[in-house]
C-alpha cells in the first residue's frame, strides 16, 4: 500500500479514537457546572452526590482524552514532517496558546474538582468546576484555530523556497479569527455539549429501567434534555452557517457535500442518495428543488459552483463526502427529535413510564459520537488533496524518509495499544455506572448510626 494512504490512515484512526473522548468531557464539564450551581443554590445534598457521580465519569473521559491525544503530535514528526516544517510557526502559536490557557488552566484546578470536596469551601469548589469546564472548552477553541487554519488560511505570508518553504505569522488575530474559525469552533461545541448531555440520558434511561437510583436517573435526564435541545438546535444553527462559510472559502467541498458537478442556480438539495461520480449524477436520490441554492444565498437563483469549475486534480472524493455529509445531518435532526421527544412527555408528566423511549435514550449515546466523527470525516477528506488548503497537497507534507514497512509496524502497534486502552475505557465505564452515585440519605443514616 503507498505511504501516503498508510500515513492517512493511520492518523485518521489515531485522531477518530482520541475525537471519542474530549467531546464527552467538554459535554459533561456543561452538566457538573449546572448540578453543582443548583447545589449552592439549594443546599440540597442530593445535587452534591449528583455532581460526584459525574466528577469520576469526567476525570475518566479526561484522562482517556490526554493519553489518546500524545500520539498524534509525534505522528506530526514522523510521517508529516514536511507538513509540520511548513505550518511550525502557525501550529506552535496556537498549540502553545492551548497549554497556557487551556490545558494548565483545566489540569491545575482539576486536583481540586476530583479530590477537594472536603478540602476547600463550597463556592471555591464550585469555581473549580468552573475553571475546569471553561479550560476543556478553551482546549478546543486552539486545536479548532489551528485546524481551521489548515482550511482557510490567514494572517500569514511564506518564506523560503522549495521544501523549505514555511509559512510564517504576520497577524496573530488574523490567524485566529480566520475565515471558519469561529463557525467551526461553534459549530464543534455544540457537538461536544449533545454528546456528554446524551451520555447524560443514556445512563439516566439505563437506571429507570432497572429501577435503580430513581431520583438520580430523573433529575439528569430532566437537566441533560434541556441541554440537549438547545445544543441541538444551537447546532442546525451553526451548521448552516459553517456550510455558508463553505460555499464562500471552499466551493470544492461544498460541491462534494451536495455533489453538484456543474454550475448552476436553482440548485437541489438532496436528501439522500447515491454518487456516481464517472456519470456525474446521483442515483437513488431524492432531492429539494432549489433548497440548496437558498439556503446558501437566501435566494432560490443562488449560483452553486459545481466540480466541473475545478481542476480534477484539486477536487475531493464525492461521495464519501456526501454520504459523510448527509449521515451527520440525518442524526442531527434525530438528536433534535428525540430531545422533543424527551420534553414533550415530561411536559405531559409520564415520561417515565414511557419504557420504549427509555431504550432509545439508552442507545441514543451513539448517535452525537457518530455525527461527531461523520462531521470530521466531511471536514477533513472534503478538504482534499489539499493539506493546507490552496497552499500544500497532502502527498507533498508527507514524510520523505518514511517507509511503508515503519508506518505498518507503528500503525499495528498503536492500533494494539489503542484497542486496549478502550476495553479498559468501556470496563472502567461500565463499573462505574453500575456502582451507582451514591445514595445522600444513606450516608446520612450511617453517620447517625456511627454517632
Not at 271 to 281: A, I, M, N, S
Not at 293 to 308: A, K, P, V
Not at 428 to 438: A, H, N
Request: proline share 3%.
Amino acid at each position: 500500500m503507498d505511504v501516503e494512504i498508510l500515513a492517512r490512515l493511520q492518523f485518521a484512526f489515531t485522531i477518530a479514537f482520541h475525537y471519542f473522548y474530549p467531546p464527552l468531557s467538554i459535554g459533561l464539564g456543561i452538566f457538573m457546572v449546572i448540578t453543582e450551581g443548583l447545589y449552592l443554590k439549594t443546599k440540597d445534598k442530593f445535587y452534591e452526590q449528583l455532581t460526584k457521580f459525574w466528577v469520576k465519569i469526567f476525570a475518566l473521559t479526561f484522562a482517556m482524552g490526554v493519553a489518546s491525544g500524545i500520539v498524534m503530535e509525534f505522528e506530526f514528526g514522523t510521517n508529516w514532517a514536511t507538513y509540520s516544517r511548513f505550518v511550525g510557526d502557525v501550529f506552535g502559536s496556537a498549540l502553545a496558546a492551548e497549554g497556557i490557557f487551556a490545558f494548565f488552566l483545566e489540569s491545575g484546578f482539576l486536583a481540586i474538582l476530583v479530590f477537594g470536596w472536603d478540602k476547600v469551601k463550597p463556592k471555591m469548589h464550585f469555581f473549580s468546576t468552573l475553571m475546569v469546564s471553561l479550560g476543556s472548552m478553551f482546549s478546543a477553541v486552539w486545536i479548532v484555530v489551528a485546524n481551521s487554519w489548515m482550511q482557510t488560511p490567514a494572517g500569514f505570508h511564506l518564506n523560503g523556497e522549495g521544501i523549505n518553504t514555511r509559512a510564517e505569522i504576520t497577524d496573530f488575530w488574523a490567524m485566529v479569527f480566520n475565515p471558519s474559525s469561529v463557525d467551526r469552533l461553534l459549530h464543534t461545541l455544540s457537538g461536544c455539549w449533545l454528546a456528554g448531555a446524551f451520555l447524560v440520558i443514556s445512563v439516566g434511561a439505563f437506571y429507570i429501567i432497572k429501577e435503580r437510583h430513581l431520583r438520580y436517573a430523573k433529575s439528569s435526564i430532566k437537566i441533560a434534555l434541556v441541554i440537549a435541545l438547545c445544543a441541538s438546535l444551537f447546532q442546525l444553527f451553526t451548521g448552516h452557517q459553517s456550510a455558508v462559510g463553505v460555499s464562500k472559502n471552499q466551493p470544492a467541498k461544498l460541491a462534494a457535500m451536495e455533489a453538484v458537478f456543474s454550475d448552476q442556480e436553482n440548485a437541489p438539495l438532496y436528501l439522500f442518495g447515491w454518487v456516481d461520480e464517472k456519470g456525474q449524477e446521483v442515483n437513488f436520490g431524492l432531492a429539494i428543488p432549489s433548497l440548496l441554492s437558498f439556503l446558501i444565498g437566501m435566494d432560490s437563483e443562488t449560483r452553486i459552483t459545481g466540480l466541473n469549475s475545478i481542476p480534477p486534480q484539486d477536487r475531493p472524493p464525492v461521495n464519501i463526502v456526501f454520504q459523510a455529509y448527509h449521515f451527520m445531518v440525518a442524526i442531527g435532526f434525530a438528536l433534535i427529535l428525540i430531545s422533543l421527544l424527551g420534553l414533550f412527555y415530561w411536559w405531559k408528566g409520564n415520561l417515565f413510564n414511557q419504557k420504549w423511549l427509555m431504550w432509545i435514550f439508552v442507545l441514543s449515546v451513539l448517535l452525537p459520537q457518530i455525527a461527531n466523527q461523520l462531521g470530521w470525516i466531511t471536514a477533513e477528506v472534503g478538504r482534499q488533496p489539499w493539506i493546507v488548503y490552496g497552499l500544500m497537497k497532502t502527498s507533498d507534507g508527507l514524510s520523505k524518509a518514511v517507509e511503508e514497512g515503519q508506518v505498518w509496524f507503528s500503525m499495528i502497534l498503536f492500533t494494539f495499544i489503542y484497542l486496549i486502552l478502550f476495553v479498559l475505557f468501556i470496563y472502567l465505564l461500565d463499573s462505574k455506572i453500575k456502582l451507582g452515585p451514591e445514595d445522600a440519605e444513606i450516608i446520612k443514616s450511617e453517620i447517625g448510626h456511627s454517632k
